[in-house]
């Protein structure tokens, strides 16, 4: 008995997507139903359908996208008027194109064609050839994993990143989206680099000049043009790190660059075309952002054509152990001390803490330990966050080592608040974040998380 032949249908009209199912059906193919090309990477692995028919213009991110995010044959559903785009999907990588409204014989021809011509192996074919065939998705530069969710983040990595559609990255604080980026961009095949923004870290009144630039005489103080970091990308990649923080006003501009292709700095009366890839990351929910008014929808849906999430580190099983001897070892090198190891007792503590601040505070644990161990041997001592911190400030708001994990990380989050409302007024930022061993941006994101506030200084 032959195997049921499987297509994927790619159309954001219900009524077509319904009529196309019922006609496929009744020729024996098995079928599969997606709106959007982000709704048909995130709902199935695309790569097992026998074909994807697929409308080219989809809500978001044009059909032809997902050509380069599957090794399936994809055949392109386009309009008369649009015959021009149909043989240009066919320079792309499309098997065919068929014109709406299509004739039902043409259709199943053309999918019998494709289907013999580009068909899977047998199942007695798979078997003799699994190893050439069975993907292997090795982790991406910088990076550690083989649990699941890691394994099936590399995958989608190399999927998305041939196909130029803009990419939202969410996960928690820590976790590693700027490295996603940067495997994003290596992997795309543009020549130009890629340029890093902490939408966070840039001052509220002058992120549009920083992003979109300006001329001569924009405004006052601005004493010469300059060139903003959205123009700097061109050919390249834009990441916009924690871009739920960018005021309303930067969204409109970023929203008519993503629109049109071109960019206008302030001030400058004529616009000029670019071409840039943007990809952005958010530990927030936009879509609540969204409903709140503090993000605008339309950004929204432009940016979340191809969504990423990254699981949090304690999540990660085995690999939370693998990731961290790794850490050891480049920091061992990267401080010309002696190799060191974990004791059997440290390693259980690195298992069995939750890790809210993830791998970068998995780094800063590892980093303080290697700093203040002596011997080769790192104990669980060492590895104490909530010890270190104790020591520091003096201050005894941290329960014991054997403590719940729930008891844990209330007690550092207690810790964080009293130190932090405690010191703030005597101490810059800089000197909190190096006092309580973490990063500027990570005490901005756990003063978000807190709901801490910098204090505004006060002026006379």
Same mark, same amino acid.
Request: glycine share 8%.
């Given at each position: 008995?032959?195997? *049921?032949r499987?297509?994927?249908?790619v ?6 997507r319904g ?23 995130? &709902?199935?692995?695309?790569d097992? /359908? ?28 386009t309009?008369y ?11 792309? !990588? ?12 043409e259709?199943?021809a ?10 899977? @192996? ?38 998305v990143a =041939? ?11 820590g976790?590693?989206? *700027? ?33 979109f =630039?300006?001329?001569k ?9 300059r ?14 790190d924690?871009? =739920?923080?960018l005021?309303?006003?930067? @969204? ?6 993503? @629109?049109?292709?071109?960019?206008r ?15 952005a ?5 936009l879509?609540? /952002? ?19 999430q ?14 961290a &001897?790794?850490?050891?070892? !480049?920091?061992?090198n ?7 190891r974990f ?18 505070e998995?780094e800063?644990?590892?980093? &303080?330990?290697?700093?203040l161990?002596? !011997?080769?041997?790192? =104990? ?21 080592a ?21 010191? @703030? ?30 204090k505004k200084?006060?002026?006379?």
């Amino acid at each position: 008995m032959a195997a *049921e032949r499987e297509v994927l249908v790619v159309e954001d009209e219900a009524v077509i997507r319904g009529t196309l199912k019922r006609l496929l059906e009744r020729h024996s193919f098995r079928v599969s139903e997606a709106a959007s090309v982000s709704e048909s990477l995130d &709902r199935f692995d695309v790569d097992k /359908f026998d074909v994807i028919i697929s409308d080219l213009k989809l809500p978001g991110a044009p059909g032809t996208d997902l050509i380069k995010a599957t090794s399936a044959p994809v055949l392109i559903m386009t309009s008369y008027s649009s015959i021009r785009s149909a043989i240009d999907s066919m320079k792309l !990588g499309a098997v065919d194109y068929i014109a709406k409204p299509f004739d039902h014989g043409e259709l199943i021809a053309s999918l019998e064609k494709i289907i013999e011509e580009h068909g899977r @192996q047998t199942p007695e074919d798979e078997n003799v050839h699994a190893h050439v065939h069975e993907p292997f998705h090795e982790p991406l530069a910088g990076m550690i994993g083989r649990c699941p969710e890691m394994r099936e983040l590399f995958r989608r990595v190399r999927k998305v990143a =041939g196909a130029g559609s803009p990419v939202l990255i969410n996960g928690e604080s820590g976790t590693g989206k *700027e490295l996603v980026a940067r495997a994003i961009h290596d992997l795309s095949g543009r020549e130009d680099p890629i340029v890093a923004v902490n939408c966070a870290a840039i001052p509220e009144n002058l992120i549009e000049a920083e992003l979109f =630039g300006h001329e001569k005489g924009a405004f006052a103080g601005a004493t010469e043009a300059r060139t903003g970091l959205v123009e700097t990308a061109d050919g390249g990649t834009l990441f916009l790190d924690e871009i =739920g923080e960018l005021p309303l006003t930067a @969204q409109g501009r970023l929203v008519r660059v993503l @629109q049109d292709g071109e960019i206008r700095k302030i001030g400058a009366v004529e616009s000029r075309k670019i071409d840039m890839r943007l990809v952005a990351a958010s530990q927030r929910d936009l879509k609540q /952002f969204v409903a709140e008014r503090k993000f605008r929808e339309d950004l929204y849906y432009r940016i979340n054509v191809m969504r990423l999430q990254i699981p949090p580190l304690r999540e990660r099983g085995d690999d939370i152990l693998e990731l961290a &001897r790794a850490i050891l070892r !480049g920091t061992c090198n990267r401080l010309k001390t002696p190799a060191m190891r974990f004791s059997k007792g440290a390693e259980r503590a690195i298992t069995s803490y939750r890790w809210p601040g993830n791998v970068r505070e998995l780094e800063n644990a590892i980093e &303080r330990a290697v700093v203040l161990a002596d !011997g080769g041997t790192i =104990g669980e001592d060492f590895l104490a966050m909530e010890k270190s911190a104790r020591n520091e400030s003096g201050a005894g708001w941290f329960r014991g080592a054997d403590s719940a994990e729930a008891g844990q990380e209330l007690s550092l989050e207690d810790y964080f608040q009293h130190f932090v409302l405690e010191h @703030q007024d005597s101490m810059t930022e800089t000197e909190l974040a190096r006092r309580l061993g973490i990063s500027r941006k990570c005490l901005w994101e756990r003063r978000q998380r807190y709901g801490i506030p910098r204090k505004k200084k006060q002026t006379a």
